[in-house]
T-cell receptor
Framework: NAGVMQNPRHLVRRRGQEARLRCSPMKGHSHVYWYRQLPEEGLKFMVYLQKENIIDESGMPKERFSAEFPKEGPSILRIQQVVRGDSAAYFC???????????FGQGTRLTVV | TQLLEQSPQFLSIQEGENLTVYCNSSSVFSSLQWYRQEPGEGPVLLVTVVTGGEVKKLKRLTFQFGDARKDSSLHITAAQPGDTGLYLCAGPRSEKLVFGKGTKLTVNP
């Protein structure tokens, strides 16, 4: 089942370190979305990318967070100088086209210690 | 401001009971999707409803989209412990999918 693949599944970082989260979309999907989820809550939109383009980053903090989806390779969500408040589950979803059904990966659980 | 309001927030029932959870908005959506998420996993798409008034059935799950396309409901018949999870509704808004906070369902054996 070539679904959306995220790695790592779990990531522990000390305060001030960098976190890199990877997402490989489903085959044939060129639209990628990143969401953050805190315990007992729904998913908060962060950023929407197509190949080599950021379409909507309205949900992403202005500082320390960045995302890319290069022509080759996975989409990367990068968090620089992590703080405890960045601890959360980060999910990636992909779709064939905008406003079509999105399929999610299993997420990366980031813990900042 | 939460665009999609889900209720109830928590629901604990006994195996065999029926239940309905709701997803409401003051805005019109072109479609709504329902996902189920288990602890430690990503959301899994259950269904997409597109047409106002549409009813879709998935085994013991019945999904309905309101006539005005502002709300949706999920009805589960004869709930089983395997139905336990977080049920999320989502709809497209400005080229992204916005989510409700979900209903956490626990079905006790």
């Amino acid at each position: 089942n070539a679904g959306v693949m995220q790695n790592p599944r779990h990531l522990v970082r000390r305060r001030g370190q960098e976190a890199r989260l990877r997402c490989s979309p489903m085959k044939g999907h060129s639209h990628v979305y990143w969401y953050r989820q805190l315990p007992e809550e729904g998913l908060k939109f962060m950023v929407y990318l197509q190949k080599e383009n950021i379409i909507d980053e309205s949900g992403m903090p202005k500082e320390r967070f960045s995302a890319e989806f290069p022509k080759e390779g996975p989409s990367i969500l990068r968090i620089q100088q992590v703080v405890r408040g960045d601890s959360a589950a980060y999910f990636c979803a992909s779709s064939v086209d905008r406003n079509t059904e999105a399929f999610f990966g299993q997420g990366t659980r980031l813990t900042v210690v | 401001t939460q665009l999609l309001e889900q209720s109830p927030q928590f629901l604990s029932i006994q195996e065999g009971e029926n239940l309905t959870v709701y997803c409401n908005s003051s805005s019109v959506f072109s479609s709504l999707q329902w996902y189920r998420q288990e602890p430690g996993e990503g959301p899994v798409l259950l269904v997409t409803v597109v047409t106002g008034g549409e009813v879709k059935k998935l085994k013991r799950l019945t999904f309905q989209f309101g006539d005005a396309r502002k709300d949706s409901s999920l009805h589960i018949t004869a709930a089983q412990p395997g139905d336990t999870g977080l049920y999320l509704c989502a709809g497209p808004r400005s080229e992204k999918l916005v989510f409700g906070k979900g209903t956490k369902l626990t079905v006790n054996p």
